[in-house]
């Protein structure tokens, strides 16, 4: 009996180390081409990762030099979450979920400038409203760094080692973020074969719009039964995005509360 008790002990371990030797993990795209600084380079480029609840494409690139981080969405209420509330991108490189470095990005302004009912409604034109988005975003001049070798605190959205964020909108109302961040500004210079052996952690994180009693909100709760219409049915728009303009039916209570997408990846080495 003893010796059973041991056999099954040891087929035990012996089973979790092969598991977690086999463990699986994506790996970033290898951008072939260096970013351009005046537009968004992956605009046509379906995203591999959606997440339901956050109604948000996304994907992460990488080069020798440079981590790429590419954010899309159609749905109106996750566009003014994102502008109004803000977001922030955290990353791990050592795979330990501590997340010591992140960029805050758009930062939150509700509170300066209230979101309206019209910013609730359906848009009847999704380029006049992705137009006026734009030109609101034009006020949004600094981001919020955090654990990097040199610039950290309040900084442009460009920085002279070469850190960048940017957030564009399509004609047909597609909100586009890009982040460009040198290996250099956390990590290391170059990255090598080597590097691609342990995955990095990522994290997004949507911050909450205050709720319809609080501060924030101009007017009043936005119309339709005196809560905030929803997004997405079952299933959600496919990985490579969905058709801007989103479902705007029922009531998204997600919107309140802080949203996280956790994930892990390898980074890719030609």
């Known amino acids: 009996m003893k010796n059973t008790s041991y ?12 598991a977690c030797a086999t463990k699986q993990y994506d790996h970033t795209s290898w951008n072939t081409a260096a970013a351009d600084s005046t537009a968004v380079p992956r605009q046509h480029v379906p995203l591999k990762m959606y997440d339901r609840n956050s109604k948000l494409n996304y994907d992460i690139a990488n080069d020798r030099e440079n981590l790429y981080v590419y954010i899309k969405t159609a749905d109106p209420l996750t566009q003014t979450r994102i502008s109004r509330a803000g977001m922030q991108l955290a990353i791990d490189p050592q795979g330990k979920k501590l997340f010591p470095v992140s960029i805050d990005y758009p930062l939150a302004h509700v509170r300066e400038l209230p979101v309206s009912r019209e910013e609730m409604r359906p848009a009847r034109d999704p380029g006049s ?16 760094l955090s654990g990097f070798r040199e610039a950290n605190g ?3 959205l460009e920085t002279p080692d070469g850190i960048r964020v940017s957030i564009d909108w399509s004609p047909d109302g597609m909100m586009y973020y890009e982040a460009r961040i040198p290996f250099k500004t956390f990590y290391k210079e170059q990255i090598s074969a080597s590097d691609t052996l342990k995955p990095f952690n990522f994290r997004i994180t949507l911050n909450a719009l205050p709720s319809m009693g609080g501060e924030g909100f101009a007017g009043g709760p936005p119309p339709g039964g005196g809560g905030f219409p ?17 479902s705007m039916g029922g009531m998204n209570s997600s919107l309140f509360v802080e949203s996280n997408i956790s994930f892990r990846m390898k980074l890719s080495h030609p």
Not at 8 to 17: C, S
Not at 235 to 242: A, F, H, R
């Open 7 to 18: 056999l099954f002990l040891a087929l035990t371990l012996l089973a979790f180390v092969q």
């Open 129 to 144: 409203r992705a137009e006026r988005r734009k030109q609101a975003m034009l006020s949004q001049t600094q981001m919020i």
């Open 154 to 156: 309040p900084q442009a």
């Open 230 to 246: 929803g997004g997405g049915g079952p299933g959600g728009p496919p990985p490579g995005g969905g058709q801007p303009g989103g």
